[in-house]
Each structure stands twice: as C-alpha cells, then as structure tokens.
C-alpha cells in the first residue's frame, strides 16, 4: 500500500472523517431534509385529497342547486297554474255577480218607472177629472135655466118625501 | 119609539155588512154612538136651515118641514137661504143632522168615483 503511495493512517482517518462528515450529515442535514419531505408530501396529500373533496362538494352542490332550482321552477309552475285557475274562477264569480247586480238594476228600473208611470197616469187622471169637473160646472151654470133648477128642486123635494114614507 | 120600517132594516143591514167586509166591526159602537147623537142633537135644533140654489116656495117649504117631521120627529120653521155655488139642488140642516142633494155634491161624488 505504501508502494501505491497510500498510506494506512492517513486512509483510516479520512475514513474515520468520512464516517464522521457521513455520521454528522446523517444526523443534521438528510434526516431533517427527509423529515421535511416526508412533511411536504404529507401535506400535498392532504390538498391533492381536499381539493377531490371540494371538487366532489362543488358537484354534490351543483347537483343540489339544479335540484333546488328544478323543484322551484316546477312549484312556480304550479302556483302559477293555480293562480290561473284561481283567477278563472274569479272572472267568473265576477262574471256572474255583475250579471246579477245588472239584472237587480234592470228589475228595479222596471219598477221605479212602473211605479213612474203609474204616478203619471194617476196625475193625468186627476188632472182629466178635475178639467172635466171644472167644464161640466161651467155647462151646468151656463146650460141649465131657471125652469131646469126648479125641477131639480121638485124632484129631490119628491125623493125626500119618499123617504119620509 | 117609532116602529121599525123594512126599509130602515135594510139600511142597517148595508151598514153592518160594510163594516164588516171593511173588518172595521169593532166602529160600531162608536158609529151607533154618532147617529145617536145626530138624532139627538136635530131634537134640539130651533130650525130647519134649507139652503138651495133658487129660493124656496111656500107649498116646498111645507114639503119639506112635513118630510123633515116624519124622519127625525121634529115640527121645525124652515129657514131658506140662497146659495148660487150649489150649482143646483139644496141642503138641508137640522142641528148635526145634514142631507146635501145638490148638483155641486153629485158632481163631486162623480169626480170622486172616477178616481176611485
């Protein structure tokens, strides 16, 4: 080994050293750096298995939403069904008060200018006997002489004598 | 009291049926009551008050005095007076007691009639 220019000491300690340098490098630096690693990895694990979490959310969510969105659609449909229905069913409720209430007007119209006309013909009647009365004792004074009175006379004397009778 | 006449019977009758197709029955007492009192009231009357529409005769007021006499059993004077708006006809007054034969009263009953 000496004829290789190699010497044992000198070999053994730069082993010893390198054991040692190899030892400490251990202990110091690769086992933290491998710590460190093993940390990193653990930890974009987790993201990598929380994003697939979020992502499966995020779908589950969508999917709820369309289901939410779908169910309230279908219910606006319905309540706007309903109300249609509902509205229908007013028209004609109005429909048929209105007919009602026009034909009450009608039939009390009729009255009011039957009861009008009546009035009327009343007024007339008593307006046509009072002109009647007024010419007939215009007649009477003008027509009838004195001759005509004094027979009246004779005539309810002799009535009143049969009541006497 | 003077004796009941079939005529007056009939009267009565006319009477009670009105007041009985009127269903006004419970009056009676009251009308009794009225044309007893007229009756009554032409006992005390001191005249017969004849208003016609041409003054009155002597022969037709006796006419009229003698009727008179006989229907509500009173010997009266006549009193005429002359009224021309009676339009014919006379009235004749004996306390309450009224009868009205004028053409003025038929006119009006006819006027009354047609707006019946």
Redesign the interface.
Known sequence: MENLGIQPVSLITQIINFLIMVFVLTKLLYKPILKILEERKKKIEESLELTEKLKKDIQANEEKKHEIIDKAKAEGKKIIEEAKKSAKQVEAELIKKAQAEAAAIVVKSKKEIEIEREELEKKL??QT??I??AM??KI??SV?S?K???N???K??K???K??? | MKKTTKKSKVVVQGLLDYLSETKQTTLLPEVADNLTRLFQNSKTAKEIIVTSYLPLSSTEKEILRKAIQKILDVSLPVVNKVDKRLMGGFTIQVGDWFLDTTLRRELQSLKNTLLS
């Open positions: 009647k008593k006997v009072e009647a009365g007939a004792e009477i004074n009838l004195e005509d009175h004094r009246i006379i004779e309810k004397l009535e009143i004598a009541l006497s009778l």
